[in-house]
T-cell receptor
Framework: KAGVTQTPRYLIKTRGQQVTLSCSPI?????VSWYQQTPGQGLQFLFE???????NKGNFPGRFSGRQFSNSRSEMNVSTLELGDSALYLC?????????????FGQGTRLTVV | AQSVTQLGSHVSVSEGALVLLRCNYS??????LFWYVQYPNQGLQLLLK??????LVKGINGFEAEFKKSETSFHLTKPSAHMSDAAEYFC?????????????FGTGTRLTIIP
């Protein structure tokens, strides 16, 4: 069974630009969550989608947005990039309908803003 | 609100020695608890999870953890460290009775194995 796939693995962008990251969940998983990982703040929850609906959102500015498609694939977008947005962005998928089901993570997208 | 505290941002043990990584949780409802491992430039891999079925949970790679409600702890142990265990370890908590999938992570513990 294929795991969670994130593309691209690495990105370099300039301040002010926007970026779109993609996540393909494990087949059959309807929940996709996004996390930002930085040395200073650790792992921070961005948002979670289930069956194309955002069910939960973390404490991030509106420049961070996401969506989920009918095939459960998800994208997140960051507009007007700032230097502080440099981070590893991790996507996780799960079945999504029970609290105890584990989340499976992708390899992440390393975003560098210069 | 739930939270986890990982005591010790860096832990060093000799190869073959006991590994003990500490995690204490705070949750307003019975929690689901997880340990994840992260190798350099990789995502997170699930080691084990506690979902109230058994207090002693066995995971992959010889790791196990014991849920102690009285101590609000979920420490990760391995009897004999191997060089391949060098990585960063994260404890995470999720509320048990909600359908959303937010995980709250600790700050992580970097494990170094001394040859």
């Amino acid at each position: 069974k294929a795991g969670v796939t994130q593309t691209p693995r690495y990105l370099i962008k300039t301040r002010g630009q926007q970026v779109t990251l993609s996540c393909s969940p494990i087949s059959g998983h309807r929940s996709v969550s996004w996390y930002q990982q930085t040395p200073g703040q650790g792992l921070q929850f961005l948002f979670e989608y289930f069956s194309e609906t955002q069910r939960n959102k973390g404490n991030f500015p509106g420049r961070f947005s996401g969506r989920q498609f009918s095939n459960s694939r998800s994208e997140m977008n960051v507009s007007t990039l700032e230097l502080g947005d440099s981070a590893l962005y991790l996507c996780a998928s799960s079945v999504g309908n029970r609290g105890g089901t584990e989340a499976f993570f992708g390899q992440g997208t390393r975003l560098t803003v210069v | 609100a739930q939270s986890v505290t990982q005591l010790g941002s860096h832990v060093s043990v000799s190869e073959g020695a006991l590994v003990l990584l500490r995690c204490n949780y705070s949750s307003s409802v019975p929690p689901y608890l997880f340990w994840y491992v992260q190798y350099p430039n990789q995502g997170l891999q699930l080691l084990l999870k506690y979902t109230s079925a058994a207090t002693l949970v066995k995971g992959i790679n010889g790791f196990e953890a014991e849920f102690k409600k009285s101590e609000t702890s979920f420490h990760l142990t391995k009897p004999s460290a191997h060089m391949s265990d060098a990585a960063e370890y994260f404890c995470a908590v999720r509320r048990s009775n909600f359908g959303n999938e937010k995980l709250t992570f600790g700050t992580g513990t970097r494990l170094t194995i001394i040859p």
